[in-house]
């Protein structure tokens, strides 16, 4: 049975001054929406896969607005509730060379969605999927949001459902740091069977340790035991290189307490936000099409690769391009 | 002396979907930074004013656009206090025809003006000026925005500033209705000198009664009243009419227990919001050039019919604009 | 049982000048996916159907890039087949006051749907609905693509769904003129059960005469008689005028041998292509929910109305403007 | 023999706020290249005739950015000299309803076209042409550059074209006033064939007097005097009444001692500037096509019309569109 | 006598999502119109040469806009047919760092162009040329245009003028591939004066071979041979590595039995397509001009650089540019 | 006491072609207002400085925009006179890779500011600062516009004020060369206490020798001397190296007989144009910090790099931003 993917999150609009401006320099603003279970749906969607979106949006015009543009990124809104009255926003400003991009937020936890109770997400609709994916901000901005996650986790759990849990740490949103973050990510872990994080955050939000300096030799210190403590089927998670001329990633894949590691890639960026999901939706696409554990991390980090190239935090890539990038194919202009 | 008008209240970034779209049509959003306090100091500094603002803007990089803003419309930012997270928006999908404008908010009551304190607004900028508008939407979005407002209106009266105060009554901010917001606007009517109402605002949050059913007559039967009851040197307002294959407006005064109605206008709309704004700078203009009430309700009428004509809430109107329009000069081009 | 809406035709990629200007005045055109199918389904989307499009589009980014539009009127793409090369484009230039709209074709006759063989509809598709909508364009591009909407529209009432055709009549595509064109049509006026037509194609394509010469006259001389001859349920349109200072429409059901007129619009234009679809898919709305003949009319009329403020072909319009513009109500901002 | 009709005059650059907006209020401005000269030859390019255009423009990236644009709109620039450093600009803030639009020039007098000499023009290019266009503008900017053109008039009607010339006087390039422009209108009206002016130019420009009140009693009482004493073949103008709900325009001829009127159209506007060089590129062309006065002076009215509806100074209109507004038809769409 | 170049061959109209976005990432596209034919001419004419196009082009709003922006690089259309009713249109996504350009056509074998016959072009044209430019594209799309370019050819080079060809092989439009393509190719290139082609086209389209195995050896082992075979007065070309970490391109001429390379030059890339016709027009400048074959292959690499440099299709690099391109100048700006 | 920075200077109108295209390409121009004198005030204002700007504007809309503009980046404008027409303009056309950005000017001489008078320029504003900046090209325009700047320079020396001269020297504007401006230069470097200069302006302007091959031997050799010679306190400068494969740039600091060099940074560019007056502003503001000399250099060269990776000449860039890139951080997004 092919699968058809849920994702549970919060959708935001994004908001973008044109051109490398500020806000100051200009008087229009681009927009999309987007959030981790949006882009990690586009990316999956864009590969041939059904999906929906389980969130709450507000019952107004910029709810409408929402729906309509994940539904152009081919994800599916029948599981969406339309109550509340805000969506969570943020405006973007990109940086240049050694100016740094800024992200400014307005006020998330009133959202519609960080508002909504257990009673918007209908049992009907975690039953109509196969897998769902779950990150870890919505674990962040309010106990009431935190606890909804959960429970929906749960209850996906109990039916059947293949998990996934991209730990997305946000320092800003957990005003009691990693001890108040630890024991709501070890809840989550223990439901998931195919997780996104990196050795920082099994040092940082889980406390672990280890002698090794280097971070591959970390990775492969700590990453298969957290497999093996959470009963994670496979961890993946890429290694990002800023201090180089260029930045450079390389994906990694933590299954069976084996850790392979993809290529490295030196990288383009023309939109950096939400290039962790392009890379955990290749990752899930390969691994439900079989591919060999070399394969699947060659394939996510592909997927990563190119959602750096994309417009947008949404992942659009087609397998297509995947395949080319993988073999790094040299063309000028496709014709 | 020349006088110096402050004004306190809210801005907020308005976004707008262009031309005539709506938001689900659009991948970009013209914006803006208004308020009445923005707005009435706008028009006034467009007609020659010194004027300063007094607000709290979000100590991030909205805050400073809106300043940034503001200052380009030649009101000044030197008393606005930096402090809080959020900005109050509001996104419009412009009508056309039939097809009404609509307005969506977001969460204003977190925003960093709603959440200010008294502490904010320092006694030394109201001392630096000779007069200060009110709004009041500042009454009505919540309790402690409410109180703040109320004092900082008292302390600017017993220094012998000259008040201004637009009754601005939004239904939907007030749960408690009409009851509940009688007692606040006597409180600031009471402090007021000149005030923006019309008879619907006397009948309806003052409770008064009048047997008349023309909109004229019942603003004479019941605005003078007003005046009196509040001790308010001048009450302006205008009588619309949307229902005529054109819409109209005619603007009047009451003063001195007396009621001038302007010529009536056919207004042509480019951009409907602030107007009544526009109108009522035009009056503080023409009541502080000291020119007759029958001229002070023509010019204020005037500059409110041409706030349609014009881009954005904030009235950007000149004087000689304003005196062609009264003289209704038909010229195709200046040039 | 609540009606699940299908349609079957064309989509086209319209091209527009921006800001009345011509093709040559520009360097940027924007750009939306339309067609009838696609406008009546995009009207029901939005008063709350559930809609799907049987077509076929390029397999290519164009053909992506209209699916993906398609969603985000909310209506279902999962019928969509993908194959062939071309997709047909219109490139508007739209007209201002007494200068008239041009409209330039690129070769729709090589585009993925005029190419589309009967094997591209699936009769799995068919069974999914309740209703099918068709257009008179399709019979007339070519006689391979007349073939097929013919066999899909027999194939569709066999299965039992409600039949809708908007006769839709293009000259310039029908080089047998009127006398080509009659028995195509007589065939698909007997399969459908609601039909959109004037009293102008009952004289024109169907060869009907009638000693009236008011329109009104021969509306109510002819179109029940049509009707009558095709068993078809009920036939709707508009009378549109506009030699008078505004374009005004009146709308007009035909139902049980009887004529009911709605009142009288005059109507401001944003778009005008796409306003017949949008008066179509509130006739649909309204008749499934089983208004009264009048109340139909009317809503259908408002609907038909509200299509001319919106831009794009696509409807948009929510069940709650309908409800303002048929009470006409007067207001200038919601907010 | 076929006309080939040059011109001789200024080309400005012309900026403009887009969307109705003041220059303060965006942070883009639209531009196009124009001038009386440049629009005179671009309605005659559009109705079929070969045009020519003389004038100097700076020898940088504007002057050759203005050629080819000029080359867009269907004029050659053989003839065009490039010199000098300079090209004339202005501004448009289009106005809106009861605000006029107001127009900023930089400076021209220094602009590569009034630093030209005689010697810029070569005799070459007057002899390649059967007609030539002069703008009363070009009398008025510099006392070198009124020389030059009154010179290159007496070469042109030496080698025999056919003169035609706009009186189009601007008050403010006139430092001495009517005085000092008589005797200079004098000398360019007694070589012209075709003449663009009104009866208010007669009584400014030239001083004469009429006791008649209403302005087509005016245009007969004193345009053909002026025709007679000049030895003008035609005079053509328009009657432009702005004090209605809606503009109109009427427009005159004036020919072997007779006043023809043609019907009044009223006007909707998009673009102002330029109109009576659509209306005198109509008359031109009609003229040459060998129509009745009646006939002239309805197709030099109806181009006059349409240039309202286009973008830009430039006329655009084609021969088709001005048949079907002197016909006062009614289409929708144009498809 | 200074050259009059012509050129044969299809405009198309160039469709881009800006921004490096795709199709269904924006609304709007920005458009240009070029083709081989229009990009060789302009390059050529922003050099100072005259030139005139032979083509037709659709009898409509869209070829009427082509012509004009042809006319607006310099290029003349008097030679220009306009007939049939469509344009060659393609829809380009430009690709960024690993993500390659994609583009889509639209169909082209029904174009204006593609259906035009031979008496479509006047011999009077030919006539006034002493030189027309012929691209391998016409020899491809259909039969009917293969055989009405090759006539073209014949009687250009029966008239005298020097005739130039570039290869431009594109393998999906030839179903017969090499094999097919060969003959033709060899009637053409029989004809020709000046050839564009590399190594490549010697081997896969005529079938050479040679044992080197490096480019430029291939270059010297072959082309002297085909321009001996085919009396081809000069053949140039470039050589271009992608897979170093910046692209770089060198040139070569092929004159007289001898081969000449240019210096190396590492490319930035604004615009990729057109660039070879930036190239060769650089080089029939360069030879125009008795340039040494040294200095022929620098300016045509140069002209060839620059194209990358500037957007659009279309050349449009001055002669001082080409000049400090060469020179290898370093100026930040020029002021 | 805090500073309170004026600048004295032209205010000049950029217009742009937006997107690396030519005026010839587009069809819409971005614009902002800059100038040197805005420029360094601007960069302080983000800074945290109070500052005013002396000017003379046009009285028109496009000197009204101007103040707007001036004031949105912080700066005031209560100094600036209206008065006279035009206003200073250029129009720059961005290089890419190869291809030279190129800039045309229009006719400053006639300018506003280049005609105005001392008169225009209060001592009441000169009183209300600190310290006042200079630049070059106010010396360089026109023989009036020259000594008025340096009498004001006297006028401010002579109240006290410090005084800042950038010197700026254009080539183009001085017909006498050097030796013309000599000892122009010579009188405003004897009233500066803090000069922008390199060891090219020691070389050229006032005519100093040094065996020294090497930039920075120069610098050494020269510039102390100069910093003598005038009486300055402190010379700052950048040394930009552009024939890397990226350029780079190091500022240098001459105080007290030492030069002292920051480290060498690489530079990605946004924007160019007026990255010298980022440079001295942060200069400036590092001075009146009270920083060491070291720390003076580095944050000014770090304030020159940032300035190169904003929009816009007038630079906006924050202290927060500046210490991140003297401590060379790395992030990809702050959220």
Known sequence: ??????????VMMRLEAPNYRTVAQTRSLDFAFSGTSVNVLSGLSHLGYQTELMTTLPDNSLGYAAASYIRSLGVGTSAVSFDGDYIGMYVLEKGFGTRISE???????ESA????????????YLRSGTHIHFCGISLAINEQIREVTLHVAEKAKALGLTLSFDCNFRPKLWKGGYEEA???????????????????????ILGMETGATQRK???????????????????????????ASAPTIQGFLVQEGRVDFSTEHSVAILDRI????????????AMYEGKSSKDIIEWATAAGVLAHTTYGDSPITTRSAIEKCRQNQQVDVER
């Open 113 to 124: 969605f960080c508002q909504s109770l257990e009673s918007h997400y209908s049992i009907e």
């Open 217 to 243: 030799d970390q990775v492969e210190a700590l990453l298969p035991k957290v497999a093996q403590t959470y009963s994670i089927a496979a961890i993946a998670g890429t290694l990002r290189e800023t201090n």
């Open 103 to 109: 992200v400014t937020y307005s006020n998330r936890s």
């Open 1 to 10: 049975m092919k699968a058809k993917i849920l994702a549970f999150g919060e």
């Open 182 to 204: 630890r024991p709501v990510y070890e809840r989550m872990l223990a439901l998931a069977d195919y997780v996104s994080m990196t050795e920082k955050d099994a040092m940082s």
């Open 274 to 285: 939400g290039t962790g999901d392009g890379f955990f939706s290749g990752f899930l696409a």
